[in-house]
Antibody, heavy 122, light 106 residues
Framework: EVQLVESGGGFVQPGGSLRLSCTAS????????MSWVRQAPGKRLERVAN????????YFVDSVKGRFTSSRDNAKNSLYLEMNSLRVEDTAVYYC???????????????WGQGTLVTVSS | DIQVTQSPSTLSASVGDRVTITCRAS??????LAWYQQRPGKAPRLLIY???VLESGVPSRFSGSGSETEFTLTISSLQPDDFATYYC????????FGQGTKVEIK
């Protein structure tokens, strides 16, 4: 059974930092593009970042470029999202998702974690 | 960027009803569209990809159709588990998810 388990969410003040983790099991993690998708309270889903199989290609939504970085450790079946200079508008549930990809610009998500809540507030 | 518009935003229906949700794209996206179900407090679940292909394990009462700019998700006979929010998603990374359609109990 495919499982994606996020952790690391929490409460942080504006300007602060958080590191999210996603641990995968039940599939060959190193063979898949992976993504982070977020959902602000009451809002639609939004792609945040995605990364290719070995971490050499990374793409970010414009609103987080320069503030968020992502990485993966295929030996640990883990995906990470480092979030810096957090803003109130970054408040959301962050999901780790497995990608079915047709390249870096065309993809959808076939497996999702349960999400971890990030709250940015003063 | 290609935008998508889902309609309706809310839909009230009863168990057993046939339900149709529409997603319209501002430009042709061929068949590059997925549909997701999200129950309250839960992660999204892939239902349909390539506009009309049922994901493994998804009940056959769900179906997708359309191409180019107009797409539909149909639930042939609404079940209690189906009361949820549904999102369409063009594959293009520059296109946002649809704004969602909440299917609620009538």
């Amino acid at each position: 059974e495919v499982q994606l388990v996020e952790s690391g969410g929490g409460f942080v003040q504006p300007g602060g930092s958080l590191r999210l983790s996603c641990t995968a099991s039940g599939f060959t993690f190193r063979s898949y593009w992976m993504s982070w998708v977020r959902q602000a309270p009451g809002k639609r889903l939004e792609r945040v970042a995605n990364m290719n199989e070995d971490g050499s290609e990374k793409y970010f939504v414009d609103s987080v470029k320069g503030r968020f970085t992502s990485s993966r450790d295929n030996a640990k079946n883990s995906l990470y999202l480092e979030m810096n200079s957090l803003r109130v508008e970054d408040t959301a549930v962050y999901y780790c998702a497995r990608v079915r990809s047709f390249g870096p610009s065309y993809y959808y998500f076939d497996q999702w974690g349960q999400g971890t809540l990030v709250t940015v507030s003063s | 960027d290609i935008q998508v518009t889902q309609s309706p935003s809310t839909l009230s229906a009863s168990v057993g009803d046939r339900v149709t949700i529409t997603c319209r794209a501002s430009q042709s996206i061929s068949f590059w569209l997925a549909w997701y179900q999200q129950r309250p407090g839960k992660a999204p679940r892939l239902l349909i990809y390539d506009a009309s292909v049922l994901e493994s394990g998804v009940p056959s009462r769900f179906s997708g159709s359309g191409s180019e700019t107009e797409f539909t998700l149909t639930i042939s006979s609404l079940q209690p588990d189906d009361f949820a929010t549904y999102y369409c998603q063009p594959y293009n990374s520059l296109s946002p998810f649809g704004q969602g359609t909440k299917v609620e109990i009538k």
